[in-house]
């Protein structure tokens, strides 16, 4: 099992009440799907960061994200996370208005996550902004973690389970 750090978009979207956006709301039946069925909490961790963030949000809603992650291991401010956190803003591959977002890859990266489970699909679960981050986090001693939305850690059973023999007849792989 790989070692996930769990971004905050995560959690909310795991503990908030169903959005009225149906895309927003899909995203958080997703997120409950995985944490109910594979996601094991023994490899997972959150930061000061994500502590912080809940803390300054919602009044409302403070307690429920904090109870959905209180027995998740916190991983503690890494002394470099300062310095690679400008590394991403000042090399380009984040704006300064996404500093939460690189407060997140920093502390995932230099934490040694193999993967950093988001949300945020504008900063850190970007196509287009991965090569340029993989460039400025990947010193030869830290790499940067798979970026990835929990859509992607699902299994699409429906596509592996079941296939059609040569009568047209459906079976199970299993």
């Not at 929990?150 to 429906?158: D, G, K």
């Not at 296939?163 to 199970?172: F, I, V």
Request: with cysteine; hydrophobic share 35%.
């Amino acid at each position: 099992m790989q070692t996930i750090y769990l971004e905050t978009s995560v959690i909310c979207h795991l503990t908030d009440p169903p959005s009225n956006n149906p895309i927003t709301r899909a995203c958080q039946q997703l997120t409950q799907l995985w944490w109910h069925t594979r996601c094991d909490p023994q490899y997972l961790f959150v930061s000061d960061y994500v502590h912080n963030e809940i803390h300054a949000s919602d009044p409302l809603r403070v307690a429920q994200r904090i109870g959905a992650i209180q027995h998740i291991a916190r991983h503690p401010s890494h002394p470099g996370m300062e310095s690679a956190r400008e590394l991403l803003i000042s090399g380009g591959g984040l704006n300064a208005k996404a500093r939460r977002a690189a407060e997140h890859i920093t502390c995932a990266t230099l934490s040694n996550s193999e993967i950093l489970l988001t949300w945020d699909c504008a900063n850190i679960a970007n196509a287009n902004k991965l090569r340029l981050l993989r460039m400025l986090m990947n010193d030869g001693i830290y790499t940067l973690p798979e970026l990835v939305t929990p859509f992607e850690l699902m299994e699409n059973s429906y596509e592996t389970l079941w296939r059609r023999d040569s009568l047209g007849y459906l079976y199970s792989r299993n």
